[in-house]
């Protein structure tokens, strides 16, 4: 049976999902800083963009920019500029794609494959530090309340 709320229950959500969202823009800005801060500590000039994009092609290996611009929900480039930056810095090289000679495939270089490595280590130790210090049962219920708002 449907219970209706009343009005002191409206306002008590509204005031709790007012907290989540000013909760979710502090998780947003930490989230841009952390990305800056393990940017530069693959290369000194290299933007949080850039190296969401590194990233993302370290992970993928040889990929084109159609596919990079479909995962990442960006323009194909937006894509080939940030390519080019990672480039001039090293972290990435071009391939001829040998099913479409017209087609560039990007892929990590090795130094910028363990430079990721070790700073995902790093930043995975430190989450899973901090959320060892919760019950199993606030990270089990965490784990589920995000499943479900996603």
């Not at 190296?51 to 084109?64: D, E, F, N, P, V």
């Not at 159609?66 to 937006?78: F, M, N, P």
């Amino acid at each position: 049976m449907l219970q209706t709320m009343s009005e002191s229950d409206h306002k008590r959500i509204d005031a709790a999902i007012a907290t989540v969202e000013d909760q979710f823009g502090v998780l947003a800005n930490r989230v841009r800083e952390n990305l800056q801060n393990q940017a530069t500590k693959v290369h000194p000039e290299l933007q949080a963009g850039s190296y969401k994009l590194l990233m993302t092609i370290a992970r993928g290996g040889r990929t084109s920019a159609g596919s990079l611009a479909e995962t990442l929900h960006s323009d194909k480039s937006v894509i080939s500029r940030q390519a080019k930056v990672l480039e001039e810095l090293g972290l990435i090289s071009r391939h001829a794609d040998p099913r479409d000679g017209r087609s560039t495939l990007f892929e990590a270089t090795p130094q910028a494959v363990e430079r990721i490595t070790q700073i995902q280590a790093t930043r995975r130790a430190e989450l899973y530090e901090r959320l060892r210090t919760w019950t199993t049962d606030e990270v089990e219920t965490l784990a589920e309340l995000l499943k479900r708002l996603v």
